[in-house]
């Protein structure tokens, strides 16, 4: 179930997992209301640390945040975060529905020892990016 996230600057779509009908809720409500997802403006990030891929009709961001850790954001909406650690790579990932029952997987790896990032969707690479690659 999807609904509409009414806000004054014009909001986004979010996936919420109740059944209401959230545009009928205040905004604090709503909030509350959607529990799973942040719904967040993306920070103020340094270009090269934020990666926006657009993916059919749907959009989506990988951000290496100032203090090293790897999130995933979808339509304006943090889907994944996974704080800096022991394990190396970090890993996020998400489950996107384009169309009627058409899921698409995305994945995304922060190699930190090396500064790399490796994004697929449905195993497929789409970005690969390090220090000693130059961007298209």
């Known amino acids: 179930h999807r609904h509409k996230i009414r806000r004054p600057s014009g909001g986004a779509s979010c996936p919420g997992p109740s059944q209401c009908r959230a545009s009928e809720l205040p ?3 709503q909030i509350r209301h959607t529990p799973k997802i ?4 993306h920070p103020e990030i340094a270009l090269d640390r934020r990666f926006d891929i ?6 989506f961001s990988v951000v290496i945040t100032d203090d090293g850790a790897l999130e995933l954001w979808l339509d304006g909406c943090l889907r994944k975060r ?3 650690g022991p394990r190396d790579p970090l890993y996020v990932w998400t489950n996107i529905e384009l169309d009627w029952e058409e899921h698409h997987y995305v994945e995304v790896r922060y190699y930190r020892r090396v500064d790399e990032l490796k994004v697929t969707i449905n195993g497929e690479p789409i970005l690969e990016q ?3 690659m130059v961007s298209p």
């Open 27 to 29: 905004l604090a409500r």
């Open 38 to 41: 942040r719904r967040l403006v």
């Open 82 to 84: 996974r704080n800096p």
């Open 54 to 59: 657009p993916h059919r009709h749907k959009t």
């Open 130 to 132: 390090s220090p000693t």
